[in-house]
């Protein structure tokens, strides 16, 4: 079965830092990918989506990647900020109908 | 305009009682979904329906869980005989269609304890 990994639990850096988050995925890649956010007490809230044959999408201080050989994709927050601590969640469309969640990763940007 | 709503926000049951929370997609969204989300966990996908299709129920945990979305627009999840470890945050999304191409618009979530 498919399985989704985001690096670490939690990550701390200083504020103006890049925040570099992983996700990791088994077996065969999926179609799209998409990186979400999660305040406490809140629905996640979608940020970005990269599609297979994409390497690369960028959003403002966002950036993903998405390398199919290491089964991979990285998102970096550049020049960050403590409103952007929170959770992060990758999520991976395989079958073109449903989204399957990694457990994500907390983030706190410290002044 | 409105986002997705689900009520209750939040939900206090004795274990064995059923439950049934509701989930108001936004307007126009074939897609519908609910997930399960424990505490510090990530998201586990229940259920869901795109327009008048058959909804796909893999995510289902047992049989005492089920679902239903009259009209194509609100959603009932409902939980029979509920267990202690059914307690766990509710989340619905909609989206335009299911295609992993659209993005998900999350509820607040229904916030489930079982005592």
């Known amino acids: 079965s498919q399985k989704i990994e985001q690096n670490s639990e939690a990550l701390n850096i200083q504020e103006g830092k890049t925040a570099t988050l992983t996700c990791n995925y088994t077996?065969?890649?999926?179609?799209?990918l998409q990186w979400y956010r999660q305040d406490p007490g809140r629905g996640p809230v979608f940020l970005l989506l990269?599609?297979?044959?994409?390497k690369e999408k960028r959003k403002e201080r966002l950036k993903v990647t998405f390398d199919t050989t290491l089964k991979q994709s990285l998102f970096h927050i550049t020049a960050s900020q403590p409103a952007d601590s929170a959770t992060y969640l990758c999520?991976?469309?395989?079958?073109?109908?449903?989204?399957?969640f990694g457990a994500g990763t907390r983030l706190t940007v410290k002044p | 305009g409105a986002g997705v709503s689900q009520s209750p926000s939040n939900k206090v049951t004795e274990k064995g009682k059923d439950v049934e929370l509701r989930c108001d997609p936004i307007?126009?969204?074939?897609?519908l979904y609910w997930y399960r989300q424990s505490l510090g966990q990530g998201l586990e996908f229940l259920i869901y329906?795109?327009?008048?299709?058959?909804?796909?129920k893999s995510g289902l945990p047992s049989d005492r869980f089920s679902a239903e979305r009259t009209g194509g627009s609100v959603s009932t999840l409902t939980i029979q005989r509920t267990q202690q470890e059914d307690s766990a945050v509710y989340l619905c999304?909609?989206?335009?269609?299911?295609?992993?191409?659209?993005?998900?618009?999350f509820g607040p979530g229904t916030r489930l304890t079982v005592t």
């Open positions: 307007s126009g969204h074939t897609a």
């Open positions: 999520a991976l469309s395989y079958n073109n109908n449903d989204m399957r």
């Open positions: 990269i599609r297979e044959n994409e």
């Open positions: 999304a909609s989206s335009l269609q299911t295609s992993g191409a659209y993005e998900q618009y």
């Open positions: 329906f795109q327009g008048n299709s058959a909804p796909d």
């Open positions: 077996n065969y890649s999926p179609a799209y």
